[in-house]
């Protein structure tokens, strides 16, 4: 079983529509949950991160965690063409290996205009 | 804009040779994480510099090395280069070594070993 694992795009919505991303992660000692967004060609741009079980909210983006599921989502609302983009999930475990971000392969999102 | 700087932008080099790249950090931030990330993977990490110490090491073999010096720039050292070595090689600060929520990415080195 893969550390991180991601639901296999590419997903296309239709503009104004709520995007949901997912992911998985296996080790229950993850203590720090993060999403990245990275346009074709550039490094990865940190969007959101999130610590407790629950929903986080940032303009069109909410954060969701569920430690006992081992999952965490990230939903966008009122998507636009400009949030087409690759979406990384990366968790950390923290404590004595809080250095280390665990990626995972990352979903494809077109926003149809 | 992070602040986080890298060169080169891309690189070419052949099996078997070494490469030197290159990274330097947003203002004061102590700490320095390298990453791989092949064709359509995530990014994996290679090791983290605290204070020109590594702090931390992936699965990656030890002809990757790197250093960081007391302006907090660093390096990234590949020694005898292999095809599965090409990829998008990133550098991420973050301000103290257990601050991943402050880790910002520069835009990285594209290694291509023919």
């Known amino acids: 079983q893969k550390e991180v694992e991601q639901n296999s795009g590419p997903l296309s919505v239709p503009e104004g529509a709520i995007a949901s991303l997912n992911c998985t992660y296996s080790?229950?000692?993850?203590?720090?949950f993060f999403w990245y967004r990275q346009y074709s060609g550039k490094s990865p741009e940190l969007i959101m991160f999130?610590?407790?079980?629950g929903d986080k909210e940032d303009g069109r983006f909410t954060a969701q965690l569920n430690k006992a599921s081992q999952y965490v989502s990230l939903l966008i609302r009122d998507s636009q063409p400009s949030d087409s983009a690759t979406y990384l999930c990366?968790?950390?475990?923290?404590?004595?290996?809080?250095?280390?971000?665990?990626f995972g392969k990352g979903t494809l999102l077109t926003v149809n205009p | 804009e992070t602040g986080v700087t890298q060169s080169p932008t891309h690189l070419i080099k052949t099996r078997g040779q070494q490469v030197t790249l290159r990274c330097s950090s947003q203002?004061?931030?102590?700490?320095v994480s390298w990453y791989q990330q092949a064709l359509g993977q995530g990014p994996q990490f290679i090791f983290q510099?605290?204070?020109?110490?590594?702090?931390g090491r992936g699965n990656f073999p030890p002809r990757f090395s790197g250093l960081q010096f007391p302006n907090y720039s660093s390096e990234l050292n590949v020694n005898a280069l292999e095809l599965d070595d090409s990829a998008l090689y990133l550098c991420?600060?973050?301000?103290?070594?257990?601050?991943?929520?402050?880790?910002?990415f520069g835009p990285g080195t594209r290694l291509t070993v023919l």
């Open positions: 991420a600060s973050s301000l103290d070594r257990g601050s991943a929520d402050t880790q910002y």
């Open positions: 080790d229950r000692g993850s203590q720090s």
């Open positions: 999130i610590y407790s079980n």
């Open positions: 990366a968790v950390n475990r923290g404590g004595g290996s809080n250095y280390k971000l665990t």
């Open positions: 203002s004061g931030h102590n700490t």
């Open positions: 510099y605290y204070r020109e110490e590594e702090n």
